[in-house]
C-alpha cells in the first residue's frame, strides 16, 4: 500500500505576534513628538482592532506604524480590513480594524477546483475553515503549495501551508 502525503491549507496568524505588534505601538505612539498628547487608544478584542484619536492625520499615521511593525513580525497586511472612518464625541474619530481569519465557503471552493484542475492526481477536502490537500506524491504537494500562494495574491486573503506530513 503507498504512503499518502498532505498539508493544510489554512488562513490564519499568530494572535502573540498581533498582541506584541500593538505593545510596540503604543511604546512608539507615547514616544514620538508628533503623536504625544494625541490621545490615542488601541483596544484588541476577538476579531477587532479599535483606534481612538483626535484627529485623521493621527489616525493615518498610527495605521503606518500598524503595518510597520507587522510586517517586522512577519505578520501578513492581508489580515487586516480596514473599517470606515467614524466620527467620536469630543472631536475624535474612530475606526475599526476587522481581523481576517479562516476560509469561507465559497474562496475553499475556488481553491479547490483550481487545485484540482492544475494537478489531476490530488486529492482536496474541506473542512470548515481549513482545506486538506493529500497525494501519494510529495511532488504533486509541492506543486500544490506553489499553487496555494499564487492563489494567495488574486484572492487577496492570506493562505498558509500547514502540517506537511
Known sequence: MAES????????F??????NTL???????SQRYDLKGTETTIHLDKENIFITTNSEL????VNDIIRQ????????LKIFDYGDLEIASGNKVKQKILLIQGIKQEIAKKISKN???QIKKINVSINGETLRVSSKSKNDLQLA???VTNLE??????????NFR
Open 153 to 162: 495574491e488574486s484572492l487577496n486573503i492570506p493562505l498558509k501551508a500547514n
Open 23 to 29: 505593545d510596540q505601538v503604543k511604546r512608539e505612539i
Open 58 to 61: 493621527t489616525l493615518n499615521a
Open 145 to 147: 503549495i506553489k499553487l
Open 14 to 19: 499568530d494572535r502573540q505576534e498581533l498582541v
Open 115 to 117: 487545485i484540482r484542475d
Open 5 to 12: 502525503f498532505s498539508f493544510d491549507v489554512v488562513s490564519d
Open 69 to 76: 511593525k507587522a510586517i517586522k513580525r512577519n505578520l501578513s
